[in-house]
Every structure is written in C-alpha cells, then in structure tokens.
C-alpha cells in the first residue's frame, strides 16, 4: 500500500527507553521511523528508570536521541516498587495519546512493565530484540524477556536461535521477524563517522589517570561488571576482582564501574582490593568513549548482554563472566567465550587471548546496519493493514 502521510486517526507509536541499554537500541529506530515514507509518527518516552548524568544524560547526547516527550521519573526501587510504579504512570500516557502501538525494546523491568500495561488495555505491542533466552530464571532479566514476549504483538529478533525459542514457547511463527540487531546500527553508525569517534587515551585523560599507560606494548583490556549475581555476593565479587588484579599485572585494565558495583564495592570493604596503578577505575562511560576503548582493547571482560555484541561487532576478544548466555551467537560465529565465575577458567582464556589465540569471528547475519529500516517498514505495512482493515469493517 502507498500512501504519502500517516492517517491521522492512527496514533502514534509510543517508543519506550528505560535503562542504559535500552537507548543504543532505540536511536536508530526513531531515525528509520522519521526518515520512512510516510514518515511514521512516535512519542518518546523514558520511565527514568536510570537518571544519573552518566548513566543516562551522556547517551543520549552521544546517541544524538531527542528528549523524550515524557519522563515518568520512576528513579530507583526493588523490582516490585520500580515496575509497579512505570506501570502506575504509563497508564495514563496511554490514555491521552491513544497510541497506534508501544514499542519496548530489551528487558530492562521498564519493557515488561509498559508491555504490561499496553496490552490490557488493548494497545499492541511491538519487541524489539525478542526471543533471546538465557534459560536462567535467576536472571531478571529473562522473566521479564519471557513474560514480554509472551504478550506481545509482534516480535522483532536479532538471531536465528531467538526464532526457535518464540516457537518453543508456544508463539505463532507470523508473530515472529528476523531484522537484525539494531544496536549493531548505532555501532556501526558511529564507527564509519570518524568524527565522532573518541580516543582510548583520551577517556582516561579526561578521567585524571596518565594516558600513557595505554600506549606501552601490552596494550590494555576493558572491564564491565554489574549483574546482580557477580557484585552483589560479597564472595563471589572478592573473587572476580581478585582475578582482575593478577590480570592486572600483565596489562593495565581500564574498568568502568557501574553505580551497584561501586556501591557494593564500599560496603563490602573491598576497595583495597581495586587500588592498582595498573587497575583504571572510571565512571560510566559515555557511548563514545566505550566504543573507543573497546575497538583499542587486546581482550574485554564482561557481563554485559551489549558488550557480548558490540565486541563481535568488533572483532575484540571477549570473556563473558556468566554461566550462560541469551546471545549464542556471539559464541557461535563471533568472538565471545563464556568463562562463567571460574577464576582459572578466566585466567587460562584470558592469556590464550593474550597469546593471540584469540578468537577473530565474523559479523552474524543482517548485523548489517539496517535493522532499524527493516523494522520500520515492517512495522508501518503491518499498522497500516490493520488500520484499513479496521476503518472498513
Ligand atoms: C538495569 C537492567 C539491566 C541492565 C542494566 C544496565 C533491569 C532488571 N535491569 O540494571 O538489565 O543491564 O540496567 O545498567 O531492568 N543507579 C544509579 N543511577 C542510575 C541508575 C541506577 O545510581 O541512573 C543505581 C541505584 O542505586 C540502583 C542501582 O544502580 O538501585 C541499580 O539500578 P537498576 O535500574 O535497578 O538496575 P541496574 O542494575 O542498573
């Protein structure tokens, strides 16, 4: 169907941002939706689930995202308190701009909690990112993965393995589309605009600590660590930040800490354990600046979901520090390894890697820069029809 502008009795599509990852994923889509014929029409909001300067503010000027429309400034909480409460204050958004669909992406408690909201009252909801499944309950993140896709209208999935999960959980294959993976856009995006691009050496001067000290031959590795289950155990995160420090020894690691583990880093006495010279303690990082110190880096250790992928991306060696992971395909064809909490296992993996033994990978299917434009012509054929269908029934 050909139409030059969007029906004006279609609302538009509400977009919703809540945590830090959520905002890689959604910039793209809002400029495949804006630059799509008929241009399709969103209102942008953001639970304010993250707040902080660092953890959100940065991005979206990173990102180049637009202020959000709405924010509904949920701050932190338990899991109960935090989803009730952007459940409690989407509701009403819902009520006044009548949107065509919701759009969520990921699985942050922001995404189940408007998923939830949208679909009883009759809104459809839109997945971006579905399918991925850890096969870990433990794991926020997949309840909230689970119960989304479940609900939701249609899903849009970043790999091959995402589609046989939906069908194994019972979803009807039309429900399912595999575009890519949209935060591979912003990567890419980015990347191939020299511009914006930020120096490693630059990030650490700007944070106080001598660049040189990634310039020697030994190069210098990235550290993430947030997941509730590594930093949250005083044992287990004693142990992660133990292994860090021998690694620390044979190149200088730049770890960029999030809030909770700093946090947690406090209460549980273990400063001492992170005051190394070779050891770059930063705050979180600008989308910019982690790009730049990952495309230098000779090995990334993580539990992040986004950097199991920027890295592939990439073609950075990565050590995931998890038991399991809902991405496989970073594994598979990319250059991912699961070294779980095995503090040997990471020390052995880490100097293969650091032996050059690492692995190359390759870029998974339609991580091409494009997924964003898939989804939205997907997206409008699909409301489009079901408006028409609707207005002459
Ligand atoms: C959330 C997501 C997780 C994602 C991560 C990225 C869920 C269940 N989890 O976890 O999937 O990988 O974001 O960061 O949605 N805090 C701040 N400033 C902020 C935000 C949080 O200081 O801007 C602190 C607060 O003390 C808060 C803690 O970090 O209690 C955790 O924040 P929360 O949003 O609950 O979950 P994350 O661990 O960030």
């Not at 905002?23 to 953001?46: C, D, G, N, Q």
């Not at 990319?334 to 890697?353: K, L």
């Not at 699909?382 to 028409?388: E, N, S």
């Amino acid at each position: 169907m050909i139409i030059k502008s969007w029906p004006a009795e279609l609302g538009p599509v509400i977009c919703i941002v809540g945590a830090r990852p959520n905002f890689m994923k959604m910039a793209p889509i809002l400029r495949a939706f804006a630059a799509h014929v008929p241009a399709i029409p969103t209102l942008l909001v953001h639970t304010g689930q993250h707040y902080d300067k660092d953890m959100n503010d940065r991005l979206f000027e990173d990102l180049r995202l637009p202020h959000p429309d709405i924010n509904l400034e949920v701050g932190s909480g338990s899991h109960a308190v935090q989803t009730a409460e952007v459940m409690r204050r989407f509701e009403p958004v819902i009520d006044t701009y009548r949107p065509s669909c919701v759009l969520v992406v990921g699985d942050v408690n922001s995404t189940l909690a408007c998923t939830l909201v949208a679909v009883k009252k009759g809104i459809p909801v839109v997945h971006v990112e579905a399918g991925l499944r850890s096969y870990d309950r433990a794991m926020p993140e997949e309840i909230n993965r689970v119960l989304t896709d479940q609900i939701a209208d249609l899903l849009y999935t970043t790999e091959r393995s995402a589609e046989n999960n939906l069908i194994r959980e019972g979803i009807a294959p039309e429900r399912i589309r595999f575009v890519g993976n949209v935060m591979i856009d912003s990567l890419l995006s980015l990347l191939h605009n020299r511009e914006f691009a930020r120096a490693p050496t630059d990030t650490v001067a700007a944070n106080g600590r001598d660049p040189e000290l990634l310039t020697s031959d030994a190069g210098y590795g990235v550290v993430t660590l947030h997941r509730p289950s590594n930093v949250d155990d005083p044992e287990t995160l004693t142990s992660l930040l133990g292994v860090l420090r021998e690694l620390a020894q044979q190149l200088p690691l730049v770890f960029a800490l999030h809030p909770r583990t700093r946090a947690n880093i406090e209460r549980f006495g273990l400063g001492p354990l992170i005051d190394n010279p070779q050891l770059i303690l930063l705050p979180p990082q600008g989308y910019l600046e982690m790009l730049g110190l990952m495309a230098g880096a000779r090995i990334v250790l993580t539990d992040s979901g986004g950097l199991q992928e920027e890295t592939t991306a990439l073609g950075i060696p990565c050590l995931t520090m998890r038991d399991n992971t809902e991405r496989p395909i970073t594994v598979e064809q990319g250059t991912n390894t699961m070294v779980g909490r095995n503090t040997s296992a990471i020390r052995q993996q880490a100097d293969e890697i650091l032996a050059g033994r690492g692995k190359q990978g390759r870029l998974p299917e339609l991580w091409d820069g494009h997924a964003a434009e898939r989804i939205a012509a997907d997206l409008a054929a699909w409301l489009l029809d079901r408006h028409f269908v609707n207005a002459k029934a």
